[in-house]
């Protein structure tokens, strides 16, 4: 499951190339390692899931048309008949889109750039995940470099891009404005030298028709017969603004900056940029020639774009680091340095991963460490566990028993990395995170703890700190894939090898090593995945709906990508995760792999999903707990639960094809079942409701089979066996669905306000959608015509009551993931006075529930409950208030302790390193 991709490129590749030095072949032809510049690029950009390409051509367009058209069938050509520049190119580029492809995005660039695919892929998906209007690739500015300048703000908003000709004309201008304003005449040979020798770059003077270009009157007045020049008729011609750069951005104050501080700018534009169409048009239209070259910049759209967006839609740069991840070449001499850039790239995939001094260290030396924890790393537990010394203390002791039985299985000299990830409870968002719902998340005070050594070999050794009931085990990747599918990771999952390896482990906790690794491996198929000797343990209860699995899964991951050094960014992991669990058997989306790689200590946060992004982090308030309660009934992922959970998950695949099957005028809008709502479709509640009236309430296969009039939806029923009676619930399940995307989406802006009592209403409304039983009975919330029809009827009503009581998110719809034991322990807490809400955690079918209630409260709910459910069911009580720790990430120590400037917990950044 891939992230968002623009479904465009202009890649212009319509210029000489004339340093190139070649009457026949155009520079993007020419080979790097063997293969055309333009061939390794479009290579790229398919592989990143690009599949639309238009290449703008001027000179020698015959070449460039053969060259790729022998390669590549997905590719577009438009013929530039003047180079007139960037702009000019990517203009003519436009011309084959009309106001159709107005919203799509596109990537734009020019032929001979070759850029490693993690780097666009993060492009990608900070465009998307942030909203931008524009994003475009940056690297740190080189000494001498004529790259374009970025030039931000003071508080590091990006402003505009500057060419490097213009900050070499305004120098010059204000050296001439200066020594006009000292002297009454001066010498025009000498001012005219000053002027050549200012825009000169690297020693090379400009030709005439650059210099008239740039300097225009002020060129013609230094070359004019007369010895020397009058100073005043100078300044007239220069005046105090043409010295300097102005910037204005939206609803500011001017920002003004000399040609100095901008050549100084720690960024270079790489002239690569991802926006929308719309966007482009617009920015191309308002473009000028007022610049030294007398040309449309390309670059300008930036700071066009700049001024005219803010907020969620404002222009980024990506910053990357290592400028050999983004390569080009001008003359025959980049090339070669290009090719050999890519030639130590292939050498180093060879030799093996990256140096892990950064990340591991020798068993001894971690127990020195947390022996006596120095102040880095004081501060940097505190910064994951909190302030709380006990807390603190107890994490300490957990990580020395993982290290101490790290010791007696490799030795005190093993060097180790560390990793960790809490476990979770998502707050308000169940079942949804696979429909695109929000989830709102909260770590709790329960952890993984992974100590691994990196092996010369491919073989993952598995041990844990409770052998007994988590068997240590080994497996060989290379014999692992030797028979899987490989073509995509759904054909993997789905194959029969990889269900005869659920057979053969069922549950094992080893399946959920596999899982991730796997997933990993194919993602990067080029870079084989290290062996590591893994050391395990963890305090976080199973089985209980908190996440221990997911916990486990991301923990790997973690160690994975440090110790084979992949190259990978926070949302990418928590997608892979998320489908590397797939290969246990369950068809769930990634909420909880978010919540454990995502969290913050002391926050809930909002998560959104295709595309992943964390909208929001609120804090939870110190007036309210989040109790949550083992039920002591295992939510184990046995066959029959599976098929249970993907039995709910293919009746929310066939509800929604059926709503864009029966409303065709609908189904542009949709993608994902969360689209079905009043802002999406402008349409009123009402117009919901009817739609859910054409569901089936339940079906069976053959039934559901005559709805789609032959279609194949055979693929629907393949991850799960029927359902005992042959009943699909489709109608209850989409309503439940639809309303829990409204409670999830209403949760953080009631958390900000402090409207407790409104969460706790929704949540009993949410756990009255997973009810099965009330007052010892079996019981289900209805989802048949009449209820439908009495909603429609209350919205008509114009009673506040009747309209409030159908809204959308006050309707329970019928999942039925619940238990009745379960649904017996949210009844006895909602008896307990502070208590305001009380629902179903995790997937259901087990586990845990919790209970929102007022601090003071706590105490009275855990004797209420152990006194009413645990005592009488003969079961120890189990009941632990959530305390949000930091997300999952590798523990590191710097070398050099005495610069004290890295923290030894560091999460993967966003930042290409």
């Known amino acids: 499951m891939p992230g968002p991709v623009p479904s465009h490129t202009i890649i212009l590749a319509a210029g000489k190339g004339t340093r190139m030095q070649s009457a026949t072949l155009p520079k993007a032809c020419f080979p790097v390692n063997g293969v055309p510049a333009i061939n390794r690029a479009l290579d790229i950009y398919n592989r990143c899931g690009i599949r639309h390409h238009t290449l703008v051509v001027g000179t020698l367009a015959g070449v460039v048309v053969e060259t790729v058209g022998k390669a590549f069938d997905n590719v577009s050509f438009v013929y530039q008949k003047n180079a007139a520049g960037t702009a000019d190119a990517a203009r003519t580029g436009l011309a084959p889109f009309d106001a159709r492809d107005d919203d799509a995005d596109v990537l734009i660039l020019a032929g001979d750039r070759i850029i490693d695919p993690p780097v666009l892929e993060r492009l990608f998906d900070q465009y998307y995940s942030r909203n931008l209007a524009l994003a475009l690739l940056a690297t740190p500015t080189r000494p001498g470099s004529s790259q374009g300048r970025l030039v931000l703000d003071g508080r590091g908003k990006l402003l505009a891009v500057v060419e490097h000709p213009d900050i070499r004309q305004r120098r010059t201008l204000g050296r001439l404005r200066n020594l006009a304003l000292q002297a009454g005449s001066l010498s025009r040979p000498e001012l005219l030298s000053l002027l050549k020798q200012g825009f000169s770059h690297k020693g090379v003077h400009a030709s005439d028709d650059k210099l008239k270009r740039a300097f225009g009157p002020i060129y013609e007045l230094l070359t004019g017969e007369e010895p020397a020049v009058n100073a005043n ?290 993602k990067f198929r080029d870079r084989p995945l290290s062996g590591m000797d893994l050391v395990v343990s963890g305090n976080i209860p199973m089985a209980a709906g908190l996440s221990s699995s997911s916990s486990l899964v991301v923990t790997t991951a973690e160690a994975a ?39 913050e200590r002391g926050k809930v946060i909002r998560v959104a999903f295709f595309d992943f992004a964390v909208e929001e982090t609120v804090p939870f308030p110190d007036t309210h707990a989040l109790v949550v309660c083992d039920s002591g009934i295992s939510a184990k992922k046995t066959v029959d639960a599976k098929d249970q959970f993907n039995h709910r998950i293919a009746c929310y695949h066939l509800g929604f094809k059926l709503i864009q099957r029966l409303f065709p005028q609908y189904a542009p809008l949709l993608k994902r079942l969360r689209d079905v709502n009043m802002r999406n479709l402008r349409v009123p509640l009402s117009a919901i409701y ?148 009380a629902q179903l955690a995790g997937a259901g079918l087990g586990g845990c529930m919790m209970v929102l209630c007022e601090s003071a409260a706590t105490g009275t709910l855990r004797k209420t409950l152990t006194e009413r459910y645990y005592a009488p069911a003969a079961k120890p009580p189990s009941i632990f208030t959530c305390r949000p720790i930091g997300g999952a990430g590798v523990l590191l120590k710097e070398c050099k302790r005495s610069q004290g400037t890295v923290p030894i917990f560091a999460a993967q950044k966003m930042m290409v390193p």
């Open 690 to 837: 009817r739609i859910l009236l054409h569901l089936p309430e339940q079906a069976t296969r053959g039934e559901l089979a005559e709805l789609f009039n032959g279609e194949d939806i055979s693929a629907l029923f393949a991850a799960h066996k029927p359902p005992e009676q042959g009943l699909y619930p489709v109608r209850g399940v989409v309503l439940f669905g639809l309303a829990e995307c409204e409670r999830a989406r209403r949760y953080s802006t009631l958390l900000k306000a402090g409207d407790m009592q409104a969460i706790g209403a929704l949540m009993n409304v949410s756990h009255d959608g997973d009810r099965v039983s009330r007052d010892g009975k079996s019981w289900q919330s209805p989802a048949n015509n009449a209820y439908l029809l009495s909603l429609m009827d209350d919205l008509d009503s114009g009673d506040p009551d009747r309209v409030l009581r159908a809204q959308l998110e006050r309707q329970p719809g019928a999942y039925g993931c619940s238990l009745p034991d379960i649904d017996r322990m949210v009844d006895i807490s909602l008896s307990v006075p502070g208590v305001l809400g």
């Open 233 to 522: 008729a100078l300044l007239e011609l220069i005046p105090e603004s043409a010295t300097h750069f102005a910037f204005a951005p939206a609803g500011e104050s001017p920002f003004i900056l000399t040609p100095d501080e901008i050549e100084a700018s720690a960024w270079s534009n790489n002239s690569v940029y991802l926006t929308r169409i719309s966007h482009l048009k617009h920015a191309l239209s308002k473009l000028t020639r007022d610049n030294a070259q007398r040309e449309e910049y390309l670059s300008d759209v930036v700071g066009l774009l700049a001024a005219q967006t803010e907020g969620a839609n404002r222009c980024e740069p990506l910053n990357v680091d290592d400028p050999s991840r983004i390569l080009g070449f001008n003359d025959p001499a980049e090339l070669l340095e290009v090719e050999r850039r890519l030639r130590e790239k292939t050498a180093g995939k060879t030799i093996g991963g990256p140096p892990l001094c950064a990340w591991c260290k020798p068993v001894a030396d971690w127990l020195d460490e947390f022996d006596e924890p120095d102040e880095i790393l004081q501060n940097a537990l505190a910064g994951i566990y909190g302030g709380d010394a006990a807390v603190v203390s107890e994490r300490i002791a957990a990580w020395r028993s993982l290290l101490e039985r790290t010791a007696s299985i490799l030795g005190t000299n093993a060097p180790v990395l560390l990793a960790r990830s809490p476990g979770r409870v998502n707050a308000m968002g169940r079942h949804i995170d696979h429909q695109g719902g929000n989830c709102n998340l909260m770590t709790i005070g329960f952890e993984t703890l992974l100590a691994a050594h990196v092996r010369a070999d491919d073989r993952v050794a598995l041990h844990h700190l409770d052998p007994e009931r988590f068997p240590g085990s080994s497996f060989s990747m290379s014999e692992l894939l030797s028979d899987l599918p490989w073509d995509d990771w759904l054909s993997l999952v789905n194959s029969e090898k990889v269900s005869a390896l659920g057979r053969t482990y069922g549950g094992d906790w080893s399946q959920y090593i596999r899982a991730p690794l796997l997933r990993l491996q194919k």
């Open 561 to 599: 990508v440090a110790a084979s050094g992949l190259d990978t960014f926070p949302s990418q992991l928590i997608d892979l995760c998320g489908e590397g669990e797939w290969f246990v058997g369950t068809r769930g989306g990634s909420a909880d792999h978010a919540a454990v790689k995502s969290g």
